[in-house]
């Protein structure tokens, strides 16, 4: 369990918690009862490195899914990744065998209208 440390606003008491990456943060100060607490971002590296949790975590899931099956819809690379490389060739030969088999169905189907 990542340590998360936590300030209060009111009356600046500092601590840390240790809890699930997915749990809403603490909200509550230990010290002052008062609703201020407020998680600070460690930033060891400082590369933009920002961690997300509970409801944050959750919907930037869900934006980055978002965001990646849009993208894959529109580039062959991204979806290519997205599968790897040798699950995106798979599919792709089979697409290709598939083809003839869908004209020549569609083609039943038209013949037997
Ligand atoms: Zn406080």
Redesign the pocket.
């Known amino acids: 369990m990542p340590t998360y440390e936590y300030m ?1 606003e ?4 500092e601590w840390e918690e240790y809890h699930e990456i997915t749990r809403d943060p603490t909200k509550v ?1 230990p ?4 609703e ?2 407020k998680r600070l971002i460690s930033g060891g590296s400082g590369k933009g490195v920002v961690t997300l949790y509970g409801g944050e975590l959750k919907a930037k899931i869900k934006d980055d899914a978002k965001k990646l099956s849009r993208d894959a819809k529109t580039k062959e690379s991204v979806y290519a990744n997205l599968l790897g490389n040798d699950k995106y060739q798979e599919i792709q030969s089979r697409m290709d065998k598939n083809k003839p088999e869908r004209n020549e169905a569609l083609k039943s189907f038209k013949r037997k209208k």
């Open positions: 209060c009111e009356c600046n008491h100060c010290e002052c009862g008062k201020s607490a």
